[in-house]
């Protein structure tokens, strides 16, 4: 895991990326513009504009917001996404946590 002092938000979706690197359930893909990493075809996490960017549950989303740890993902004015977050490279830990909450969820509602 990198160093938190130095470490910056390539270096922390790396981190990231390569937990889910070769799970047969979870691979990476194009999407938001960036590498994006799926689970059962769908995303569940990228790097966007050098913040995490997730689809978690709407509850959980507005948990994050309020506390000031994330930020509702839009695509435009007016367009806020209620199931995705963004949220600033504050630690990987804390990524790698945030990831595996988005991967479970996004599994849960293709089953």
Same mark, same amino acid.
């Given at each position: 895991?990198?160093?938190?002092?130095? #470490?910056?938000?390539? !270096?922390?979706? @790396?981190a990231v990326a390569a937990?889910? #690197?070769?799970?047969? !359930?979870?691979? @990476?893909?194009?999407?938001f513009g960036s590498n994006a990493l799926k689970v059962n075809g769908k995303i569940f996490a990228s790097l966007t504009k050098g913040r995490l960017l997730l689809k978690l549950p709407e509850a959980r989303v507005d948990v994050l917001v309020k506390s000031k740890k994330g930020t509702r993902f839009s695509t435009g004015a007016g367009r806020a996404k209620k199931e995705?977050?963004?949220?600033?490279?504050?630690?990987a830990r804390e990524w790698l946590a945030l990831a595996e909450e988005a991967?479970?969820?996004?599994?849960?509602?293709a089953g």
């Open positions: 895991m990198p160093k938190q002092a130095n #470490a910056s938000a390539e !270096d922390f979706y @790396r937990r889910y #690197a070769g799970k047969s !359930d979870a691979g @990476r893909s194009k999407g995705w977050v963004t949220v600033g490279p504050n630690s991967r479970a969820y996004v599994s849960a509602l």
